[in-house]
């Protein structure tokens, strides 16, 4: 009795695994059929820099934890700081899975950092329509380097050249005269020359080009296989993105203009939200300028021509600061950025269509402004000393905007007044204050105090 029933008792705890093994063995084949590879895309546009750098290190480490077949960076860069780009070069190179570098879209191209971070891929591509090539050595002002310095900077980049193209097998005369001449070629001159390795125009035709080619990856010859692959995109997360877009020149040239105009309305009419704002920006736009050939002389016309347009408000010129603010501004705003500094450097330039339409918008801006200042003098003019009536009756109330000492300005029945205590005492901001006089435009004010 007792042996039957462990007999049972076993065969009902063996039932569930042998169930099991069944099961796993008749759903293996079809799993098997269905395990197609999977290649991480990872996006890349904009000036190389630390944002670019460290998001595609930490994008090939994590397709590798995912446990993809490959990479395909997609590249679209006018080049960037040198420090950067061989980071990225080596992230490339030392990846622990092959990696595609293909520049797209068509129209796309992959300027001087981008030449060296294309053909230090396992594969490399090109979209038609693209083009690829790096910029001579320059100073920061745009004139030629010294020789000696130039000489260390040629050699220090065609030293990294050379070990990518021992590395990767491509032609070395050609790379290495990229950063000695400035070297520039379309998709087709790189495929004929022997700089890439093929032309896709799709991402598809991209993985098909790739496929069965044989690379070495950590040392080791691997099989690329990505016929059917599916693709799966790994972006910048939030934070990446927006640090990334800074560096974009037309985004810096922004925010450094509305920077420059919120602390110039905060100075006419102090109310602490646009200083705020502005101040902001122009951090901002510093971040973004980290990674730009920033022309200083330019900056300094910018905001040469915002303190013209703050003295404006205060000189009688006429209109003639107006238009020279005007024109130190766009003359600034296209100066903003010198010629690259390094062979790796971008090439770029604020859009002109961009300061076309902010110099329109400042100009108009500044017309209206002048308009409103020329009535308000003329009626001055016209109405004599009765221009300077009361306009606050005796007795209202109000607080202290900023410091009277004697002077400065209270807020009162809705607008702000520049005023000044009876007594000639400092006053606090938060003060609350009652209208006793007023001379002039001039608010004459004395403290309430307070019951007891």
């Known amino acids: 009795m007792f042996r039957r029933i ?8 063996l039932l569930p695994l042998a169930l099991g093994t069944v099961f796993m063995l008749a759903g293996s084949p079809a799993r098997a059929a269905d395990d197609a590879p999977r290649v991480a895309v990872l996006p890349t546009t904009g000036v190389v820099d630390a944002i670019m750098a460290g998001y595609l290190q930490d994008g090939i480490a ?5 446990g993809a077949d490959a990479v395909v960076i997609t590249l679209h860069t006018p080049g960037g700081a040198l420090d950067q780009t061989r980071r990225i070069v080596m992230s490339i190179l030392d990846a622990p899975l092959p990696v595609i570098v293909w520049v797209s879209p068509p129209g796309a191209h992959a300027a001087s950092a981008g030449t060296f971070i294309t053909l230090a891929g396992n594969v490399a591509l090109m979209a038609p329509g693209t083009n690829i090539g790096a910029a001579s050595p320059v100073a920061g002002g745009g004139e030629d380097i010294p020789e000696t310095m130039e000489k260390k900077v ?13 590395a990767r097998g491509r032609n070395a005369e050609w790379a290495e005269s990229t950063v000695t001449d400035a070297e520039a070629a379309t998709a ?48 910048m997360n939030p934070l990446q993105s927006f640090l990334h877009l800074l560096s974009d020149p037309n985004i810096a040239f922004i925010l450094i203009t509305i920077g420059f105009y919120g602390l110039l309305y905060e100075v006419i009419s102090p109310n602490y939200v646009t200083g705020i704002v502005g101040a902001i920006a122009i951090v901002l736009a510093f971040i973004g300028f980290g990674s730009l050939p920033l022309n200083v002389a330019g900056l300094l016309l910018i905001a040469l021509g ?43 330039a604020v859009d002109p269509r961009l300061i076309f339409v902010l110099t329109g918008l400042t100009a108009a801006y500044m017309a209206f402004v002048l ?19 009361l306009v606050l009756a005796d ?9 009277l000492a004697p002077m400065g300005v209270v807020y009162a029945a809705g607008e702000e007044w520049t005023a000044r205590s009876s007594d000639e005492r400092p006053l606090s901001p938060g003060t609350p204050v009652r209208v006793v006089g007023q001379d002039g435009l001039t608010l004459i004010v004395e403290p309430i105090e307070a019951p007891g």
């Open 395 to 403: 007795g209202a109330t109000g607080s202290v905007r900023s410091m």
């Open 6 to 13: 462990d007999h049972i008792a076993r065969s009902l705890f």
């Open 306 to 348: 915002v303190v013209m347009f703050l003295l404006e408000f205060h000189v009688v010129s006429h209109g003639l600061l107006t238009v020279a603010g005007i024109v130190c501004f766009a003359l600034g705003a296209s100066a903003l950025y010198t010629e690259p500094g390094s062979p790796t450097a971008p090439d770029i």
């Open 188 to 235: 087709e001159e790189a495929l004929d020359i022997g700089a890439i390795d093929g032309i896709a125009s799709t991402l598809d035709q991209a993985l098909e080009l790739a496929d069965g080619r044989v690379v070495t990856v950590a040392g080791e010859d691997v099989t690329i296989d990505t016929a059917g692959a599916e693709t799966y995109e790994l972006a």
């Open 154 to 166: 040629i050699e220090d980049t065609t030293a990294l050249m050379r070990s990518i193209t021992t």
């Open 62 to 66: 994590k397709a590798h934890r995912d």
């Open 371 to 389: 308009f409103i200042v020329v009535r308000w003098r003329r009626r001055q003019q016209l109405a004599g000393p009765a221009a300077t009536a």
